[in-house]
């Protein structure tokens, strides 16, 4: 098994002493592209199996995530089940966007994929987005207080600029549409927008950025984006973690990376301890 450089280890420690709490995880793990050689996910997968398990999220919400991907993620961690469907064909086929949690502390009330188009409940490739892209939810149970709480996960296009615009207005609309219960909400991903974009300050204005109300200071590289470039400078924050009705104990873009100093994934995935 391959080890972890733990860069922030000491400080994500000395945040987890409170009471009840809950940490969710946003990473882009990077699909398996088996061109891939220098950063072929068969050097990764151990390393990242690793890091998901050191930091203990109740919710790790995935991106880039191929089927034999999130089969072996899925049985390397104890405990954790998965909700979500390829994009491709709605079954297995092409790129999740999942959502892993603990089933020992949740149970999953309801759960749905839909697409980031203007025919959300088919399988379309929405606007001027590349390619098909989906957001996964839903909604949980803590099996020991009985809290219910919506999580969503998504990814949004990397060329359509309407589509990132759009994809932000619909999974807020739909937020707001499933949501009459007020429960807490957490949405993350990987949006390929940075902060002083639109889509952000739409989602901004409508929901929190953890990062922006965390009680402690933000802690990590400004940026999340590393493009498996060990001397990349890390000021491009394309991954979020927003919430509703949750307090933020802290928020942290983890640079762990492997002994030889080559990262994980081609992303930092991000961290938030939340409260409710």
């Not at 219960?181 to 952000?200: A, R």
């Amino acid at each position: 098994m391959k080890s972890i450089i733990l860069l922030g280890l000491f400080y994500v420690l000395t945040l987890t002493s409170y009471g009840q709490e809950l940490k969710v995880m946003s990473y882009n793990i990077k699909y398996d592209n088996k061109n891939d050689t220098i950063n072929n996910w068969n050097d990764r997968k151990e390393v990242l199996v690793e890091l998901l398990a050191h930091y203990e999220a109740s919710f790790i919400g995935m991106q880039e995530v191929l089927h034999r991907q999130l089969t072996y993620i899925d049985s390397a961690l104890t405990n954790f089940t998965y909700i979500g469907v390829g994009r491709d064909d709605g079954v297995r086929k092409g790129e999740y966007s999942p959502i892993l949690y603990d089933s020992t502390e949740y149970k999953l009330l309801d759960q749905k994929t839909f697409w980031l188009s203007g025919t959300p409940e088919e399988i379309s490739v929405g606007w001027d987005a590349s390619l098909e892209r989906i957001c996964t939810y839903g909604r949980f149970e803590e099996k020991t207080t009985g809290k219910k709480l919506y999580v969503f996960n998504t990814h949004f296009d990397h060329i359509g600029k309407e589509s990132r615009e759009k994809s932000a207005a619909l999974i807020f609309q739909k937020i707001v549409e499933m949501n009459k219960e007020k429960y807490p909400v957490v949405l993350m991903g990987d949006l390929n927008l940075t902060p002083n974009e639109l889509p952000i300050k739409f989602l901004q204005k409508n929901l929190s950025d953890a990062q922006k109300i965390s009680q402690n200071p933000f802690y990590g590289p400004t940026g999340t984006f590393n493009g498996f470039d060990p001397k990349m400078k890390l000021d491009r924050r394309i991954d979020y973690i927003f919430v509703e009705d949750f307090l933020v104990k802290s928020y942290v873009h983890i640079d762990d990376r492997m002994e030889n100093n080559k990262h994980i994934s081609d992303h930092l995935p991000v961290l938030a301890i939340l409260d409710y």
